[in-house]
């Protein structure tokens, strides 16, 4: 096992943003019962990932923390290794994103994606997470869709070739549109990390949000 973003710390990390379009409200699929799940703009979350893929041909591991902390128009997103320390902090607004990594200067892009792949090594779709940690996103069809706490597990694929696994819900045995995705799971073919999969466990959930 690794420590979280070892291979972080070796690339020079930097570059990103969360897309400049705002969310779309989010339309609801046939995944269970009819429940009227609404987006929040603004939450903060704190939990635990995990991630497993491949370099140089040679399976790899890495595990950390992390939170999330979001309004409206922008995302703080802070990487930590198992002890707790920061590893990086990701700061993003409309068309631009910086990222801050202990020991190094800043470094800014306008696509968090392609930052996160090059920067780590694997790709952690962070334009795609602001809709899917609250259970919502866009298919490979092209529809819109939300994911439903009735069912032990919903499974969507989203046009970037993500595909969605909703496991576990904040509480399990509340069918209620209030209730938040508590574990995802993500996995996707990659060129340059082969096969990814990553685990996101969501701890703590309340909404607030950054200005």
């Not at 996995?187 to 701890?203: F, L």
Request: aromatic residues 8%; hydrophobic residues 40%.
């Amino acid at each position: 096992m690794k420590r979280f973003f070892n291979y972080a710390a070796t690339a020079g990390l930097v570059l990103l943003i969360a897309g400049c379009a705002g969310l779309a409200p989010q339309d609801a699929r046939d995944n269970g019962p009819a429940l009227e799940r609404r987006y929040s703009d603004a939450i903060d979350l704190g939990g635990r990932l995990s991630v497993r893929y491949e370099q140089d041909g040679r399976d790899q591991a890495v595990h950390g923390s992390f939170t999330w902390n979001q309004s409206a128009r922008h995302v703080v997103v802070t990487l930590l290794s198992p002890l707790g320390q920061t590893l990086a902090v990701i700061d993003i607004k409309p068309c631009i994103a910086v990222l801050t990594q202990s020991g190094k200067p800043p470094m800014t892009a306008t696509d968090v994606d392609i930052l996160t792949e090059q920067a780590l090594g694997w790709p952690l779709p962070i334009s795609g997470l602001r809709d899917w940690l609250q259970g919502f996103g866009r298919g490979a069809d092209g529809k819109l869709f939300t994911a439903q706490p009735a069912a032990d597990t919903v499974r969507f694929t989203t046009r970037d070739g993500w595909n969605l696994n909703y496991g576990e819900w904040q509480d399990g045995a509340a069918n209620t549109a209030a209730n938040h995705p508590k574990r995802i799971d993500l996995a996707r073919e990659t060129k340059q990390a082969g096969p990814v999969a990553i685990r996101i466990v969501i701890d703590s959930w309340k909404a607030a949000g950054i200005q």
